[in-house]
């Protein structure tokens, strides 16, 4: 993970992300450490936790928390800042997926899935941001997905709560620019990672045929590009997808 000086562009910040331990969460915490940051990584998955840390290295700070229990979710913000003492980028990319016919949806899922991809997400940059708006600055970043930009027919819970969280990157931007805080969303199409496991196999198949599938570490690239411009623009929306991927 070496890194000549130019590289190094986030010395002396402090990120955080949440389910880090693999996928886009992962990728990013690794493009965010070469670029020079600390940056601590949530999630639930004790194991997957420490191996993504020891790959990382000293810069990679574990934090294993549940997010879908109210009260390891209320406390995230004050064991970041108990961690590192400041926070500088809160990446919230932490997500479940549904896909499928309606009609074949549990509820125990979907109520699963947009507790994480909706409320879990509000109330996690609800946290952070205090500490952002006193210290006058701040990037915020949300993965959300194709799916908030096309009615997509195999997953209409999924793509639902894309299209809810994308409202409000929007919203809460136009919120807090005044402090210096700047929020955007990545918009990936697939990528491959284990939420393409429940993908309908039809779909996955064909895919994987036409090469239409995004390297994690590709969806990391754009996130640094993002945290990277003059504090004076903000990439609000970044909609990637892999060339041959058609819609």
């Known amino acids: ?21 693999s996928g886009i969460g992962y990728a990013s915490a690794h493009a965010l450490i070469k670029a020079g940051a600390k940056v601590v990584l949530i999630d639930n998955d004790e194991l997957a936790l420490t191996k993504a840390c020891s790959k ?34 809160f990446h919230a990319n932490a997500g479940l997926y549904v896909g ?30 205090p500490h952002m708006i006193e210290r006058g600055r701040g990037d915020i970043i949300v993965t959300s997905s194709l799916a908030a930009h096309f009615p997509t027919p195999w997953e209409p819970v999924y793509a639902s709560s894309k299209w809810a969280i994308d409202c409000f990157v929007q919203t809460v931007r136009r919120q807090v620019f005044k402090h210096g805080i700047r929020v955007g969303s990545v918009s990936p199409g697939p990528v491959i990672t284990a939420l393409l496991a429940d993908w309908p196999a039809e779909k996955l ?43």
């Open 100 to 129: 499928g016919d309606l009609v074949d949806a549990k509820d125990a899922a979907i109520d699963r899935m947009l507790n994480l991809n909706i409320n879990v997400v509000m109330k996690n940059v609800r946290g952070i941001l």
């Open 1 to 21: 993970m070496n890194s000549s000086n130019s590289e190094l562009v986030l010395v002396g910040q402090v990120a955080a992300i949440t389910g880090a331990a």
């Open 56 to 89: 990382l290295g000293t810069n990679a700070l574990p934090l294993k928390l549940d997010l879908l229990d109210a009260e390891q979710c209320a406390s995230m913000p004050d064991q970041i800042l108990d961690l590192t003492g400041q926070l500088d980028i």
């Open 205 to 247: 198949q064909e895919a994987k045929a036409s090469g239409s599938l995004l390297d994690a570490s590709e969806v990391a690239q754009v996130i640094l590009f993002m945290l990277t411009r003059p504090r004076g623009m903000t990439i609000r929306d970044v909609v990637m997808m892999p060339t041959h991927f058609d819609l």
